[in-house]
């Protein structure tokens, strides 16, 4: 298994507040995801990496900003979160945009 | 965005049984990958399959990208096979990937 983590894994928040969701690798991939889980709806693309300091807009990208100032952390930040954000938030990587990519275990968010 | 629809959105089996899951695409893709997201929620990758013929054990993938669609066969289906199966596309820009919604299998003892 790809070596991916999540940090938190659960969290609970008010309305309001900044939140900031890790996801580190240690496999030197170069491309690293950001997706959003809900019922109906699958997966859907927030942010993404091509290497540090590199990164660009998914489907579904209001509300959040992300940063990657080493290879191995990829950061998602909700500044202000709403209760519309509640989700599971799922990292992926992979070696190259046409290549298999690994997902990490997840971050359960409510946010009240 | 590319539309992805998948079917059957559930399905339920006797353990033994097969089953043909289906994907398809609204537009050419550069890379297609079925997922399995066990009941615990975590994400496996299954297959890369942009076109042609894959097949791992007991599950085989088959991608037509000119007529974009790709199936996904389970044979002897077990309890552990149950979960989501998902299927994403690349779309030409790269690096914009698409889910669909997914088929939820449950395999019956």
């Known amino acids: 298994d790809a070596g991916i983590t999540q940090s938190p894994r659960h969290k609970v928040t008010e309305t309001g507040t900044p939140v900031t969701l890790r996801c580190h690798q240690t496999?030197?991939?170069?491309?690293m995801y950001w997706y959003r889980q809900d019922p109906g709806h699958g997966l859907r693309l927030i942010h993404y990496?091509?290497?540090?300091?590199?990164?660009d807009k998914g489907e579904v990208s209001d509300g959040y900003s992300v940063s990657r100032s080493k290879t191995e952390d990829f950061l998602l930040t909700l500044e202000s979160a709403t209760s519309s954000q509640t989700s599971v938030y799922f990292c992926a990587i992979s070696e190259r945009p046409q290549e298999t990519q690994y997902f990490g275990p997840g971050t359960r968010l409510l946010v009240l | 965005g590319i539309q992805v629809e998948q079917s059957p959105p559930d399905l339920i089996l006797q353990e033994g049984a097969n089953s043909t899951l289906r994907c398809n695409f609204s537009?050419?893709?550069?890379?297609l990958q079925w997922f399995h997201q066990n009941p615990w929620g975590q994400l496996i990758n299954l297959f890369y399959i942009p076109s042609g013929t894959k097949q791992n054990g007991r599950l085989s993938a088959t991608t037509v990208a000119t007529e974009r669609y790709s199936l996904l066969y389970i044979s002897s289906s077990q309890t552990t096979d149950s979960g989501v199966y998902f299927c994403?596309?690349?779309?030409?820009?790269?690096?914009?990937?698409?889910f669909g919604s997914g088929t939820k299998l449950n395999v019956k003892p």
């Open positions: 990496s091509y290497g540090v300091k590199d990164t």
């Open positions: 994403a596309v690349e779309s030409p820009n790269f690096n914009k990937f698409y």
């Open positions: 496999e030197n991939h170069r491309y």
């Open positions: 537009d050419s893709v550069n890379n």
